[in-house]
Nanobody, 122 residues
Framework: QVQLVESGGGLVQPGGSLRLSCAVS????????IGWFRQAPGKEREAVAC???????EFSNALKGRFIISRDIAKNEVHLQMYGLKPEDTGVYSC????????????????WGQGTQVTVSS
């Protein structure tokens, strides 16, 4: 089983930025898809973006341009750079892994990190 560990969450003021990291215990050059998901209080988990060797899928039109996914193959890390944060971006952000292509569905990802809390508040 592949292990994933998120980091980089915290408290940030509205308009601020955060960079989340997902450290993966296996070689990202393999045919893996890594997705970022978030879950706001009282809401269902939603897909934010996904990356694999074929490219990037952004699942939310509302987040395009503010949230940018990238990966560092040498470090086996995937990042989520977040700009212009809003209070409604508050939630637990998790990364997840599946073999092959990216998918929007939470159920499509068998391996998950523990999540990192992002709180946007003044």
């Amino acid at each position: 089983q592949v292990q994933l560990v998120e980091s980089g969450g915290g408290l940030v003021q509205p308009g601020g930025s955060l960079r989340l990291s997902c450290a993966v215990s296996d070689d990202l050059s393999k045919y893996y898809a890594i997705g970022w998901f978030r879950q706001a209080p009282g809401k269902e988990r939603e897909a934010v973006a996904c990356i694999n060797r074929e490219g990037i899928l952004e699942f939310s039109n509302a987040l395009k341009g503010r949230f940018i996914i990238s990966r560092d193959i040498a470090k086996n890390e995937v990042h989520l750079q977040m700009y212009g944060l809003k209070p409604e971006d508050t939630g637990v952000y998790s990364c997840a892994l599946r073999g092959g292509v990216c998918a929007r569905s939470v159920a499509a990802y068998p391996d998950w990190g523990q999540g990192t809390q992002v709180t946007v508040s003044s």
